[in-house]
């Protein structure tokens, strides 16, 4: 009787086949196509996505541009930085073109070159990555090395990093094996002192050994959902060796580990005022040794080759900063009021009262937000109930709004 029906029924759910959207036939058995979705989606549970097929390298759906143009659509977005950019945009197009072409059976295999980034608070590192995820159009997070611990420690364990590159590529394996990962705050995990530890380093020197393979390309267990891992949890399998991982850090007095290397000292007879470099240019001077001697322990400097630095932020650098790219801080609050349907200017002396602001500040671009925010929230309070249409920013305004923030200053 069974054999009978098998040519009008769905042989899983046994709707007829006029109810059916859709009914595929087989050798003796027949699937609608509620079924066919239904045991997808059981498919991805139990697999994590990985059984989606294996994309070819040449299948890639990547924007990859030349570096020339990586760092001119930075230059959109980041105001100077040039040296960054072109190491950034350099070690990108080299990934992904390393990555079209896996499948070249050639005796030469080209290794991942890992990106270092060292620089001040509010010099743009975190912005500089964020910006190239969005031109790549790839899979991108950024994690926090200061609350990632040793395994059995309360925080995150190093695995937690692939995790959360997982969730932002929509749990697709496929594309978080091509990601790109920031983990910001690296400095804050350098070890107490220029000797190895022999004891456990919960968040120091324990964590960076953790890193180490991630970095360089491992199998990595991960779970789906974030969170620790026990013992009954189903886990995904995310191989790292194609993950860009671009690390940054603010490496706070590694400027006095770089004059001493170079006996950059105002203190002896043989030293001139001509020879000396200024505070301001040793960050350029930048070797794995003084990164050794900030903390860092030398195999995961050797995972990261390509080191670069971002200069503090001058005057100038603070008002193009200001003004300049597309989505510069002075034209979001003037959208945000268009919005309103109000036309917001800024006078020319209000800028540089700012501008003085931020560098008194010694925050970086983070200082000018500091600031704008201060100087706009009555503005943005009142902007819904306003009749006027047109509300221009004078030099007294600022001087009124942030007068108090001189007992705030930073040091």
């Given amino acids: 009787m069974a054999s009978k029906k098998t040519g009008s029924f769905c042989s899983f759910c046994g709707k007829p086949k006029d109810e ?13 196509d509620a079924c066919v979705e239904q045991a ?4 991805e549970v139990e697999f994590g996505n990985t059984v989606k097929g294996k994309k070819q390298a040449g299948d890639l759906q990547l924007n990859l541009l030349k570096p020339h143009d990586i760092k001119q659509h930075l230059d959109e977005y980041v105001i100077g930085q040039d040296q960054a950019k072109k190491v950034l945009a350099v070690a990108i197009y080299n990934h992904y073109k390393r990555i079209l072409n896996s499948e070249d059976k050639d005796e030469v295999e080209i290794e991942k070159s890992n990106v270092l980034l060292v620089g ?32 059995g420690y309360v925080g995150e364990d190093v695995e937690s990093v692939i995790s959360r590159l997982y969730q ?33 380093d919960v968040s120091g020197e324990g964590v960076q050994q953790g890193l180490l393979k991630l970095l360089e390309g ?22 790292t060796r194609n993950i860009l991982f671009i690390c940054g850090g603010a490496f706070n007095g590694i400027e006095k580990l770089i004059a001493k290397r170079l006996n950059n000292s105002s203190i002896g007879f043989n030293s001139t005022k001509k020879d000396r470099i200024k505070d301001s240019d040793l960050i350029e001077q930048i070797a794995p040794s003084d990164l050794k001697s900030f903390g860092l322990i030398p195999e995961i400097i050797g995972r990261m080759p390509m080191i670069t630095f971002l200069q503090p932020l001058d005057r100038e650098a603070l008002q193009n900063i200001l003004v300049k790219p597309k989505n510069a801080l002075l034209k979001q609050y003037i959208k945000l009021m268009e919005l309103e349907g109000i036309k917001l200017s800024f006078d020319k002396k209000a800028i540089d ?15 000018l937000r500091t600031i704008c925010e201060k100087l706009m929230l009555d503005v943005m309070y009142d902007a819904p109930s306003m009749k006027e ?18 007992s705030t200053k930073a040091a």
């Fill in 20 to 32: 059916a959207t859709m009914l595929i036939s087989g050798i003796e058995a027949n699937i609608c």
């Fill in 40 to 43: 997808s989606k059981i498919v």
């Fill in 120 to 151: 001040e608070t509010g010099t743009g590192k975190t912005l500089l990555v964020r910006t190239l995820a969005k031109i790549l159009k790839v899979p991108f997070c950024i994690a926090d090395a200061t609350v990632l611990t040793e395994a």
């Fill in 168 to 200: 932002a590529s929509d749990y697709d394996a496929d594309a978080t094996q091509r990601g790109i990962v920031y983990i910001d705050e690296i400095d804050k995990i350098a070890r107490k002192g220029d000797n190895p530890s022999i004891s456990r």
């Fill in 218 to 239: 491992t199998i990595a267990n991960i779970a789906p959902e974030g969170g620790r891992k026990h013992p009954d949890q189903k886990f995904v399998k995310i191989d």
């Fill in 353 to 367: 009262l700012i501008i003085s602001k931020a560098v008194e500040f010694k925050l970086g671009a983070r200082g």
């Fill in 389 to 406: 249409k047109e509300i221009t920013i004078t030099a007294d305004m600022v001087v009124s709004k942030l007068a108090d923030l001189d």
